[in-house]
């Protein structure tokens, strides 16, 4: 068979196989437009799936191989007041949305904060938690800077998590400096207390806890939370009813005040702590 | 037994096969030679279907070759092949080497298989080597094992493509003879070689190729006394003189 | 290999190996030095076996914890994946040298696909929608579910609990096929590596081109390509936590967690390669005897 005609073939080959994969990722996606709310999936099912990465405090893995957290505590509480089953599905960060997506799960408790690109993918329902952003910067490299802005000079190298607000936030605020991308917070601030960078963005209470525990080696320059985000739940598209249920359900406990009192153990509060760090 | 008629055969722009008749019966023992590109190789190698022919006819004791499978096993069966480079199988024993295509081809049981295959590597003086690989023998064994690989198919014709050109001298003798024994005992034979003294013990008929033709064909006597054309006088000449 | 050959020589080679052995020591040392200095990191080993297997307080028993079931996962991974991928791996890499033009045209498409997209890409590509559509077609999970005794005793130790059964094939799915496009061109190249005479030869015996292939060729182009496909092994081991993505905790993802909720980054790093590196050195012992296994007649 001659090389023209050899090509052709494979290049069909390869289009047909493009065409029917992309054609049947549309109809899945499609597909989960639920002919019926994620709400009544879940009521039948009887079990709530949540999907969720590794924060702290928002979700991590006690020493008896628990989950617990913030978000364990919120996805917990969702369940029982469902009248269901709990079931945590860990998830690497950059595969959450498209498992998310794919109906691996029903809805994402993962302190992901609300973004207009997000948004194009996957629905938010609104608030239940707010975060901002504070910086864990190096005594001895940075010492004595008390702004965001201060940041902003091309011989300063940030950290921040890859995929995440601070990213964005050290972007924004810092557009001259060098930023360097963590897949995981712990490493990135590991580097900021060796001094390999001078600073590392991150949503409260990372960079407290961070500096409450190096010693000196790393200090707060900003005291107030800026550049705050918003995190939702973050469910399919084409699902009213599943807004209006999560929406209404974190209305009810911002009233009663159990997210805030959740909120503040987990953040504000150390008391947990021996569950997970190892003295 | 063997016929082709009018054959021909190209590779690329290169015609190696020109018009190529040539008859072998039943318990002949013919003879080919010639200078290297001159297409002997070629010819006896269309015979097993190793080479494809490109017109003209090919037929082995009455089945014809074209692209019909079912006629190229058939023939194959019949058709025993001993190459210059041996191509044994390095991974088998010599045993397992001579049983492996009544096994598999003609599908003999094990035990059968195996004693047949001993019955042939005596045949060729070396049934002590049943048990070791290829690698540990010498070049001649390794020919006789080769040989006796593809008597075991009990062909009906054995095809020589230079057998002994790639052998150290002092091996080729025993190779030579176990040839010899072969065609004393009346198997039909078709040799590609420069061994002018084989030849003349076994060759019922001398057939010399140049460039792609046959030249001229006859039995030895005739054939080393008294050679017809001017170009098998020069070869003769040049093979000869050493 | 050098001793036979005389005074000099050997005494050459000795004083170089001192130098060399020196100067590593020496490197060595220096590095430790300055990353003990710069690096500023409380060390805390308990954590490891803390993680690895967990002692209820109330009954005294012990069970596995998170690091544990990571390495029973990335085991299993490596043993099925290894397993799936080379039978793919030998029917595709057949199949690229076929004499059918169909077969050749699927093979090298699957190959040159999957080579020459990005893995995260090819996770999405195929899991998304190969596997979460496939697996719950074929319904496995419902049938483990109901099983019981030895036979399900059997299947959680070969591929976890069956909860999360379905998940882990489709991971699997994916890792295999994946593995499987390396194997297919390493395969490719062994068959073609051995010499046409032992195609000629083996047709001229009267054997049928399948059986050439199965009985001459494959046997000799398996034992060549032993210490390529060992490699691609090691990779495939490596490479199977590209399946965090998709929610198979494996050792990389199980020990990040870990690292991430106890901060103590550094013990549980080491452990994993650690224990990767038993994983990989052990194929790598495992491949080098069966290389020589296969030898004993090519010498």
């Known amino acids: 068979m001659n090389k023209t005609k050899r090509t052709l073939v494979s290049l069909i080959a390869g289009v047909v196989l493009i065409g029917m994969t992309g054609a049947a990722w549309a109809q899945n996606t499609g597909t989960n437009l639920a002919s019926e709310s994620v709400i009544e999936i879940i009521k039948k099912r009887g079990v709530l799936r949540i999907g969720l990465d590794f924060f702290v405090p928002w979700a991590m893995r006690a020493k008896n191989g628990d989950f617990v957290g913030f978000e364990i505590d919120v996805g917990t509480r969702v369940a029982k007041d469902m009248g269901v089953e709990v079931e945590f599905i860990p998830t690497a960060w950059d595969g959450i949305i498209p498992a998310l997506m794919s109906g691996k799960f029903d809805v994402v408790i993962a302190g992901m904060s609300i973004t207009p690109e997000r948004h194009l993918r996957i629905n938010f329902s609104e608030p239940y938690a707010s975060s901002g952003m504070l910086i864990a910067a190096n005594s001895k490299n940075v010492p004595g800077l008390t702004r965001a802005s201060d940041f902003n000079k091309p011989n300063i190298t940030i950290g921040a998590k890859r995929g995440t607000t601070g990213v964005d936030s050290a972007q924004k605020q810092a557009p001259l400096a060098k930023l360097r991308q963590y897949d995981e917070e712990v490493v990135g601030m590991q580097d900021a207390i060796n001094g390999t960078i001078d600073a590392y963005f991150s949503s409260s209470p990372v960079p407290e806890r961070a500096v409450a525990s190096s010693e000196g080696r790393l200090y707060l320059p900003v005291k107030e939370t800026f550049d705050g985000s918003l995190e939702s739940f973050a469910m399919r598209k084409g699902d009213p009813d599943a807004i209006v249920f999560f929406n209404n359900w974190i209305r009810l406990r911002k009233h009663d005040g159990w997210l805030k009192e959740r909120h503040d153990y987990w953040f504000i509060g150390n008391d947990w702590s021996d569950q997970v760090d190892v003295k | 037994m063997i016929r082709l008629e009018n054959v021909n055969k190209w590779f690329g722009d290169f015609q190696a096969l020109k018009d190529i008749n040539f008859t072998v019966g039943q318990g002949e023992r013919v003879v080919v030679c010639g200078p290297s590109g001159s297409g002997k190789s070629t010819m006896i190698r269309c015979i097993n279907r190793l080479e494809e022919h490109e017109s003209g006819r090919v037929f082995v004791d009455g089945i014809e070759l074209n692209d019909d499978t079912k006629n190229i096993a058939a023939v194959r069966l019949e058709v025993g092949m001993v190459f210059q480079q041996f191509n044994l199988f390095p991974h088998l024993t010599v045993l397992e080497n001579c049983t492996l295509g009544p096994i598999q081809a003609r599908h003999m049981a094990r035990d059968e298989a195996d004693s047949l295959a001993m019955k042939l590597l005596e045949q060729v003086r070396i049934p002590e080597q049943a048990r070791k690989y290829p690698g540990q023998l010498s070049g001649g064994q390794q020919q006789r094992v080769a040989i006796a690989r593809s008597l075991c198919m009990e062909p009906k014709v054995m095809l020589f493509d230079e057998p002994t050109s790639a052998l150290d001298p002092e091996m080729i003798k025993e190779v030579l003879d176990s040839m010899i024994d072969l065609a004393e005992s009346g198997m039909t034979m078709i040799v590609v070689t420069h061994e002018m003294g084989f030849a003349r013990t076994v060759a019922d008929e001398m057939v010399f190729m140049d460039e792609g033709r046959i030249v001229e064909s006859a039995p030895p006597d005739e054939f080393f006394s008294a050679p017809k054309s001017d170009r098998t006088k020069l070869f003769l000449s040049q093979i000869l003189s050493h | ?299």
């Not at chain 3, 190969?130 to 399900?152: C, E, F, K, N, Y």
């Not at chain 3, 882990?168 to 295999?176: M, R």
């Not at chain 3, 390529?228 to 993802?253: E, F, N, R, W």
């Open chain 3, 1 to 299: 290999m050098m001793s036979s050959r005389g005074r000099g020589k050997t005494f050459r080679l000795v004083w170089l190996d001192a130098v060399l052995l020196g100067l590593i020591v020496v490197v060595v040392l220096y590095l430790w030095r300055r990353a003990s200095a710069e690096v500023f990191y409380r060390w805390d080993w308990s954590v490891v076996p803390e993680y690895l297997f967990y002692q209820n307080p109330e009954t005294g028993d012990w069970r596995a914890n998170l690091l544990m079931h990571g390495i029973y996962a990335t085991l299993r991974l490596t043993f099925w994946g290894t397993l799936i991928a080379l039978i793919i791996g030998l029917v595709m890499g057949c199949c690229r040298v076929s004499r059918n033009l169909f077969l050749r045209l699927v093979s090298r498409t699957y190959v040159e696909a999957t080579r020459n997209i990005p893995p995260l890409v090819l996770i999405f590509i195929v899991y998304f929608f190969v596997s979460s559509q496939i697996m719950p077609l074929l319904g496995i999970a419902d049938w483990a579910r109901q099983t019981d005794g030895a036979l399900r005793t059997m299947i959680e130790v070969s591929f976890g609990p069956i909860a999360l059964i379905e998940n882990f094939l489709s991971g699997l799915l994916v890792l295999a096929l994946f593995e499987a496009a390396y194997f297919t061109e390493i395969i490719r190249a062994g068959i073609q590596s051995v010499e046409k005479g032992q195609w000629e030869a083996g047709g001229s015996i009267g054997l049928p081109r399948y059986k050439v292939m199965r009985y001459v060729v494959m046997p000799q182009a398996i034992q060549r390509t032993i210490p390529p496909l060992a490699g691609q092994l090691i990779s495939l081991v490596k490479d199977s936590s590209m399946v965090s993505l998709i929610s198979i905790q494996d050792l990389t993802y199980s020990g990040t967690q870990v690292a991430i909720s106890t901060r103590k980054v550094f013990e549980i790093w080491i452990f994993i390669a650690v224990v990767y590196f038993v994983i990989c050195f052990s194929l790598s012992l495992v491949s080098r005897w069966l290389e020589r296994r296969m030898s004993r007649g090519l010498q």
